[in-house]
């Protein structure tokens, strides 16, 4: 099984790095394959240098290379390829997927005042190795809520776990809620089944359970983010916390800085929560939903933007 960013083996591959978040984009709300949730907002822009939004496979035009099928499932497609060599992020593999919330009244619960719910609520999350960024590779999960500000749509984040100081700090700068979890991982079992997981003091507070399909997924929108800031400086930098539930509004985006080199796969997925988060009750734990793993090479900066 390829290894995250690239090499192989025969055996289960499990990944650890340091940890940044993700950037974001003005991403085209479009569904994949059989119904793959898309992870993002609005207005659908093409995927060239210098715009946002959704991805094509690679299995379609100018995507740059062929998504894996059958008993190829478990290779790399890109794992030849050079990464473009500039942008904040450039080789990233992770699990991504949404579904509808368990609970809306949780669902607002979560959300600050002044932010809005969406006309559908999805309950999202990814859990990502990013193997080249502006700060080295790093793992990183996340729990996100579509929502809306003052007409812009974009995800709220709930918790962004990650497992590097440096990265979490530049993160929380922007607003998003990121905490030094004692394990971040994504790990595969070499049979195109694979594990996103978060856990402190022993015991899980995120695990994703991926069963793939071995079907190329369909295009991969980036999300844009809308951050209330500052992180409140009581926030620890060890323990989950709620987001900011008060501040000044922040849209996050981001920018491809040329054609992207992208694949995706299908699949479901599994979610457990740790019992004592407040968001614990947004996924139904009993039921799997249809999830992606998705794989680029390419080159991503971050922008941001007042909303208030």
């Not at 590779?137 to 749509?153: D, K, R, S």
């Not at 590097?164 to 790990?187: H, T, W």
């Not at 501040?247 to 800085?257: D, F, K, M, V, Y």
């Not at 740790?274 to 080159?299: R, Y």
């Amino acid at each position: 099984m390829a290894a995250l960013g690239g090499g192989s083996s025969g055996a289960a591959t499990a990944v650890s790095g340091s940890g940044a978040g993700p950037g974001a984009s003005g991403a085209a709300a479009i569904t994949g394959a059989a119904g793959v949730p898309a992870i993002a907002g609005a207005s659908g822009a093409p995927a060239s240098a210098g715009a946002s939004g959704a991805l094509a496979n690679a299995a379609g035009s100018g995507g740059g290379g062929t998504a894996p099928s059958g008993a190829d499932c478990d290779k790399d497609p890109l794992a030849n390829l050079q990464p473009l060599g500039r942008g904040f992020f450039q080789e990233f593999r992770g699990l991504f997927g949404c579904t509808a919330p368990a609970d809306l009244a949780l669902y607002r619960q979560m959300l600050p005042e002044k932010i809005e719910m969406p006309a559908d609520p999805q309950v999202c999350f990814y859990v990502v190795h990013f193997a080249i960024s502006g700060v080295g590779p790093y793992n990183e999960a996340a729990i996100l809520l579509p929502v809306e500000y003052a007409g812009q749509p974009g995800k709220y984040v709930l918790t962004m776990p990650l497992d590097n100081l440096a990265a979490s700090s530049g993160g929380r700068a922007q607003g998003f809620p990121k905490y030094i979890a004692e394990e971040v991982s994504l790990s595969d079992d070499g049979h195109n089944n694979w594990t996103g997981a978060v856990r402190n003091a022993g015991q899980i507070d995120l695990q994703a359970s991926y069963t793939g399909a071995c079907r190329a997924g369909g295009e991969f929108p980036f999300p844009d983010f809308i951050n209330l800031t500052p992180i409140p400086s009581s926030a620890s930098q060890r323990e989950a916390y709620l987001a900011p539930r008060a501040g000044s509004a922040l849209l996050i985006t981001s920018e491809l800085l040329a054609e992207p080199q992208f694949y995706s796969l299908e699949g479901t997925v599994q979610m457990q929560i740790g019992d004592a988060l407040p968001w614990n009750g947004l996924f139904d734990e009993a039921k799997a939903f249809p999830a992606q793993l998705v794989t680029f090479k390419g080159g991503i900066d971050l922008g941001s933007r007042p909303l208030d």
